[in-house]
């Protein structure tokens, strides 16, 4: 077997794995596609000049397939421009389409919330047959100014699913039956997440990781990724749809510049079979919902090379049927009571 001077072992080591370390942690979008069966698969169509928001606006409208055929919050504030970090890729091993104009977001001084501040609208990706995705990812890649003030945090895309356009955002907490929404998020420094409106079962706000506000959605392995402004970042999400709706199987995925930085499992996304997932969910702003979220100047994010992906399985991994616990109003005093006793009994054979 082969033996180092002691001295020079780390530098042997690095020198020896270091290239093949990058190669197999990165993965590409399409071998994610790939392992996931998602065949279906679709590029958002770019303009090849630069636009105004008024002839962005209609493009998307166009082109984009948008929810209920608009776009749903302040579309002045979108444009098509001149990429601004053209020789900026994302550090990562996907080629990138990095010709011609992206898409900018623009937050106006002073602004925050979907109505003012950034963009919202969603799109419904329709099959040509009508069948349902219950897998889908989302790949698209974000740059934000040069020295970026990231105040507290704000929104930025992912995906939605079910069909109730104004659950599952904006406050409307998820009940799994109509909807659900899962976006990023970046907060103080840069620091990613996943941002979901999901149902919260089976003590999912007590899980590492997971943190639950009441009214709002819950934040995903906050600080496992982190942005960097005057650069490309590439974003690729996956969401599998629980499966059957009752069992907590479902799972998100995240990986930043193709390194896997989130694979949040026992989720129940859905509690109905109806929802499904249908497409890209464009959302960014500052905030949060009161102005301590505001944004001091005007700035701006810029996307390209959108693509999405389907497949009609959902998650195939073990979960737990969703419990009691989420559902306390169906179950009496007596058995919450028993239950503790068992638990006793299950506790003192433990120990
Ligand atoms: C679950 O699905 C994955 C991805 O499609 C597949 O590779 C794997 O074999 C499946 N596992 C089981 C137990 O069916
Ligand atoms: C890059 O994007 C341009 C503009 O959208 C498009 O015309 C071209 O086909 C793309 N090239 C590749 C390699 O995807
Ligand atoms: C896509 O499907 C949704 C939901 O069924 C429907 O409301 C919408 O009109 C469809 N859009 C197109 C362009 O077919
Ligand atoms: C859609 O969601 C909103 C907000 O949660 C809710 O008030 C409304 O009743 C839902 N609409 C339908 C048709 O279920």
């Known amino acids: ?92 091993s996907s080629k990138a389409n990095s010709t011609g104009p992206v898409l900018q977001a623009t937050y106006n001084a002073g602004s925050f919330g979907s109505a003012d501040s950034g963009s919202q609208w969603y799109n419904l990706w329709n099959t040509t047959d009508g069948s349902t995705f219950q897998t889908m990812v989302v790949s698209y890649e974000v740059a934000f100014d040069e020295g970026f003030d990231w105040v507290k945090g704000g929104k930025l895309p992912g995906l939605r699913g079910g069909l109730n356009s104004t659950g599952c955002s904006g406050g409307h907490a998820s009940n799994g039956k109509d909807c659900f929404s899962t976006r990023l998020m970046w907060r103080k ?24 506000n009441s009214d709002f959605g819950i934040s995903v392995q906050r600080g496992s990724f982190g942005f960097v402004s005057g650069q490309w970042n590439r974003i690729t999400l996956l969401v599998r749809l629980n499966d059957p709706p009752n069992v907590a199987n479902g799972n998100v995925q995240l990986y930043f510049n193709d390194f896997k930085a989130v694979d949040q499992q026992n989720l129940q996304i859905r509690s109905s079979s109806s929802v499904t997932a249908n497409g890209f969910y464009f959302s960014t702003f500052f905030g949060g919902s009161d102005d301590s979220w505001a944004t001091p100047n005007t700035v701006h994010t810029f996307y390209r090379n959108i693509r999405l992906w389907g497949g009609s399985a959902p998650s195939n991994l073990t979960g737990q049927v969703v419990s009691a616990a989420g559902r306390t109003a169906t179950f009496g005093l007596g058995t919450q009571l028993l239950g503790l006793a068992l638990g006793g009994v299950m506790t003192a054979l433990w120990l």
Do not use: H
């Open 189 to 212: 420094n840069g620091a990613g997440e996943i941002y979901a409106y999901i149902p919260t079962p089976n003590n999912l706000c007590s899980q590492e990781g997971i943190n639950c």
């Open 1 to 92: 077997m082969f033996r180092c001077p002691p001295a020079l072992c780390f530098l042997y080591t690095l020198l020896a794995t270091a290239p093949v370390y990058v190669a197999s942690q990165q993965t590409a979008v399409e071998r994610i596609a790939s392992a996931y069966g998602l065949t279906t698969s679709t590029t958002f169509p770019f303009p090849s000049a630069t636009q105004s928001s008024t002839d962005t606006e209609a493009l998307l409208v166009g082109q984009w397939s948008l929810g209920k055929g608009r776009v749903q919050d302040s579309p002045g504030n979108l444009a098509f421009v001149s990429d601004p970090f053209p020789n900026k890729p994302a550090p990562s």
